[in-house]
């Protein structure tokens, strides 16, 4: 008997396996192994952090700037995503073609748009986040452009995807009927890839509230800026309260996130 598709499809994830332990032992021989490579005192403070863990700042004015903090944070990702949302559909839908009535147009059309995508979520937050800092300073609306450019990358290239993924007879259906390509649009994909983007623009929500954190430690306010003051000033009691409300926040948003999709589903 010959070997299944199957079989092969086994055997090359097992060549792929070694291949990557082999490159992974092949790093290790690159490292200077000698006693510089570990800090002197990070032993003792990495105890030090272990320690604060279970003794949390929890005064008035700490949590309180912690609250605030934890607006700010949120505050940035709802703009953000609200922004990212709106440039996805802007972009996402002409980067699926649905709309395009020739064929060779379409082509270009999706090309063009998909590189355009590409190149919004080819560079990280972070240096968009620098970028902007750079050009308006330490702006809210740095924090705000920095995640909305990105992740509507990221959403405008998955969303094309989805609306490519409707299948075609309800479609032909309703141009069948008279509906315009706009009307198939309104009536026919959105409503059927809807759920679907809903689902995944919240997951990336979530993502975007950890990218808000990471925004502040540019000098933007918020938490991770926080937690950047409490690192250089070895207040380790605080900075584990700062980071409790970052889980916290997270937390609440993917159980709101896990209702909604269940709604959905439902």
């Known amino acids: 008997m010959g070997k299944t598709w199957l079989d092969i499809d086994l055997h090359k994830r097992k060549v792929l396996t070694l291949l990557l332990v082999l490159f992974f032992l092949w790093s290790l021989t690159s490292i200077s ?69 020739h064929k060779r147009s379409k082509g270009y059309i999706k090309a063009s748009f998909r590189g355009l995508l590409g190149l919004m979520r080819a560079i990280h937050e972070l240096v968009w986040a620098w970028l902007f800092v750079a050009a308006i300073g330490l702006s809210p609306f740095a924090a705000i452009f ?34 315009s390509k706009l009307q198939t649009l309104w009536y026919g994909y959105l409503p059927m890839a809807g759920p679907h983007i809903i689902s995944y623009a919240m997951y990336r929500f979530e993502c975007a509230v950890r990218s808000s954190a990471i925004m502040s430690f540019v000098g933007i306010g918020g938490l991770g800026y926080q937690i950047q003051l409490s690192l250089d000033d070895l207040q380790y009691n605080e900075m584990w309260t700062f980071m409790f409300f970052l889980l916290m926040l997270v937390l609440a948003i993917d159980g709101w996130s896990n209702l909604l999709r269940k709604k959905l589903s439902g």
């Open 33 to 101: 192994w000698n006693p510089d490579l570990l800090h002197g005192g990070g032993t003792k403070t990495a105890a030090q952090i272990f320690e604060a863990f279970f003794k949390p700042d929890l005064s008035r004015g700490i949590l309180l700037l912690a609250l605030e903090s934890s607006w700010k944070t949120l505050s940035y990702a709802v703009s953000g995503m609200s922004l990212a949302a709106f440039i996805a559909f802007i972009f996402g839908v002409p980067a699926s073609g649905i709309l395009s009535k």
């Open 146 to 179: 920095a995640i909305a450019i990105p992740y509507g990358g990221i959403l405008g290239r998955i969303f094309a995807d989805m609306l490519n993924d409707v299948p075609d007879e309800p479609i032909q259906a309703l141009e069948a009927s008279g509906a």
